[in-house]
């Protein structure tokens, strides 16, 4: 499993327990640790299918420059970045066993 696709599942969960809220059917739902194993997995797939969304940047975050960036967004055009972005969203969905963690200093 995942930590992103377990963060995302439980912050969906989050806003569905204050949207059961507000409607007041709150008992309805049980806390995060305390649902249907079933359930669960159930929110952790669509907090897979939002993760894997993210991995084709839109073509704001391809554009995106600022006076204070390190990197050009033109960079993004030649893949380096691009990559680096795709590399980072399967590690986060733990699809990319074959990469190598980068590690600080080398």
């Known amino acids: 499993m995942s930590e992103m696709i377990e963060r995302v599942a439980k912050a969906k969960w989050a806003r569905r327990q204050e949207v059961a809220r507000a409607a007041g059917i709150q008992?309805?739902?049980?806390?995060?640790?305390?649902e249907l194993e079933g359930l669960r997995e159930e929110v952790r797939a669509e907090a897979r299918c939002a993760i894997e969304a993210m991995r084709e940047p839109t073509v704001a975050m391809l554009s995106y420059e600022?006076?204070?960036?390190?990197?050009?967004?033109?960079?993004?055009?030649?893949g380096g970045h691009l990559e680096g972005w795709r590399l980072m969203i399967d590690a986060a969905l733990d699809t990319a066993s074959q990469i190598t963690p980068h590690k600080a200093g080398s």
């Open 27 to 34: 008992p309805l739902l049980a806390d995060w640790d305390d």
């Open 66 to 78: 600022t006076p204070d960036a390190m990197v050009h967004p033109g960079c993004f055009t030649c």
